[in-house]
């Protein structure tokens, strides 16, 4: 991650988060370890921390709303898409579940949680949510997310001696809270559990 981060540069960052925050085909990026990572790049002087905190802001923000415009004009055609490697009708109905949990602080809360950010914003614009009013929770949530996670990752390279040694293992925890929230909600599910027992087991339903 350190090696990719430093290859990238600032524009790489960029792109990657921009891409994650709304646009389909970066459900896969890991945003979490990535802005933490740069963080601590900022630390030992490989970043600018100054420049390195808007750039991720504006990534954040720009990318959501992207995907909100996306699915404003898309519209419910979205949702005949068949899936693909790149587009699971499922992460759309997980986020649509969140809205109808959490109402427009989904768009908050789905920051930190993997795929579920890439897919709330489009689903904000499917459901022709009025853009002021996403707006404002596209910026909290940017700002949490995007410059939360990369100071935290500055302020941990600063306060911890020789925190590189455990830099694996900081990345791992984030990424591990961030995917719990979707895990606990299949696992919840006795359905969705039967079918992992299946899937493990080799049965066939």
Do not use: C
Request: glycine letters at 10%; proline letters at 5%; hydrophobic letters at 50%.
């Amino acid at each position: 991650m350190e090696e990719f981060i430093r290859a990238a540069g600032y524009f790489g960052l960029f792109a990657m988060i921009f891409a994650e925050s709304g646009v389909l085909i970066g459900f896969f990026l890991p945003g979490d370890s990535v802005l933490f990572t740069a963080g601590f790049l900022s630390s030992q002087g490989y970043l600018n921390i100054w420049f390195l905190i808007p750039l991720m802001f504006i990534a954040a923000a720009a990318g959501d709303s992207v995907g909100y415009e996306f699915g404003k004009k898309v519209g419910p055609r979205i949702f005949k898409r068949e899936d693909s490697l790149l587009f699971k009708k499922k992460y759309i109905l997980d986020a649509q579940h969140y809205y109808e949990k959490y109402g427009g602080k989904t768009l908050i809360l789905a920051r930190f949680i993997p795929f579920v950010r890439t897919f709330a914003p489009i689903l904000a614009g499917v459901g022709n949510m009025k853009y002021r009013k996403f707006l404002s929770y596209n910026l909290i949530g940017a700002f949490l997310w995007a410059v939360g996670l990369t100071l935290l990752g500055y302020f941990m390279g600063n306060l911890i001696p020789n925190v590189d040694r455990y830099l694996l293992p900081i990345i791992a925890i984030i990424v591990i809270a961030s995917i719990a929230p979707p895990i606990i909600k299949i696992l919840r599910n006795p359905q969705a559990r039967r079918k992992i027992i299946d899937l493990v087991l080799f049965r066939k339903n």
